[in-house]
């Protein structure tokens, strides 16, 4: 996923100089001018969490809710650890978000419902199988028929609920060691050498339930999520509608979802 995001100047030699002066002095001054530098992340970042939200969710609220996790980015940021701060500030960002959207519980409880009981068939099925299920396993499993199971996977999607930026628990299932399914970012808790051996365990855990998946729906993840192709575009490349990407792409996560959560256990 790209992360080259606009921000407004300083040059760069501005901007290594205003983290230097945050970092040692904890300067306001320093710390809004980088708040300012970087606030184009958090529109960004609002603009895509967004796509996968209902309408009467606002951007202009994702944004307010997202400038907190801005804030704490920069001031838990360490310059000297060679890492790319955009980077690291967008999933802070995303977190942020979707910690404020968790928190207004704007779910509906039968979407969350659907969400469990589509889970727990994918697990059962592959268990059994020992591969991905097809769609009419999937329908036969929860006693849907296919109509009932592609209305479902639209719901599921319209909400927003199945996302690579939703966060999974590492193996002891604390907030300091979750991450996301889409995280590319160097491990945040590098401190911890147990942090970081589970972070690493999860990633590992997660390329291979990727690797599970049918082709099509790994080019479903890695177009949108890689390429930054939108739906509709990807329904063209595929010779599909944009609805039926959509179900493509809540299923497949759904699965990771699964996969992940139930080998984390």
């Known amino acids: 996923m790209s ?12 901007l290594d100089g205003l983290w230097a002066d945050y970092k040692a002095t904890a300067d306001d001054a320093a710390r809004e001018a980088l708040i300012v530098h970087y606030s184009p992340l958090v529109k960004y970042v609002a603009g895509r969490v967004a796509a996968g939200l209902p309408q009467n969710v606002e951007q202009s609220d994702l944004a307010s ?3 907190f996790g ?10 000297e650890r060679g890492f790319k701060f955009e980077t690291y500030a967008i999933s802070r960002i995303k977190g942020s978000i979707l910690d404020e ?8 409880r ?11 068939a994918y697990a059962k099925i592959e268990a059994k199988h020992h591969r991905p299920p097809t769609d009419a396993e999937l329908a036969e499993e929860l006693d849907w028929t296919d109509d009932q199971l592609q209305t479902a996977l639209t719901q599921i999607s319209q909400v927003g609920l199945a996302a690579l930026d939703e966060s999974v628990s590492g193996r002891n299932g604390q907030p300091g060691d979750a991450m996301t399914l889409g995280d590319t970012i160097p491990d ?24 599970t998946l049918p082709e099509r729906e790994k080019l479903v993840l890695t177009l949108y999520y890689y390429e930054n192709m939108t739906l509709q575009e990807i329904g063209r490349v595929l010779g599909v509608t ?4 959509c179900q493509i792409h809540t299923k ?12 984390a256990v």
């Open 188 to 211: 945040r808790t590098a401190g911890s050498p147990m942090g970081a051996f589970e972070a690493a365990e999860t990633r590992q855990l997660l390329g291979d339930a990727i690797n």
């Open 110 to 120: 039968s979407v969350r419902a659907k969400v469990r009981q589509i889970e727990q």
């Open 252 to 263: 497949s996560l759904l699965h990771l979802r699964s996969r992940v959560s139930d080998d």
């Open 3 to 14: 992360t080259d995001v606009q921000t407004d100047d300083p040059s760069g030699t501005e």
């Open 242 to 245: 944009e609805s039926r990407v």
């Open 65 to 67: 809710y997202g400038m």
């Open 101 to 108: 959207l968790r928190s207004i519980d704007w779910v509906p």
């Open 70 to 79: 801005l804030i704490d980015a920069i001031d838990k940021f360490e310059p």
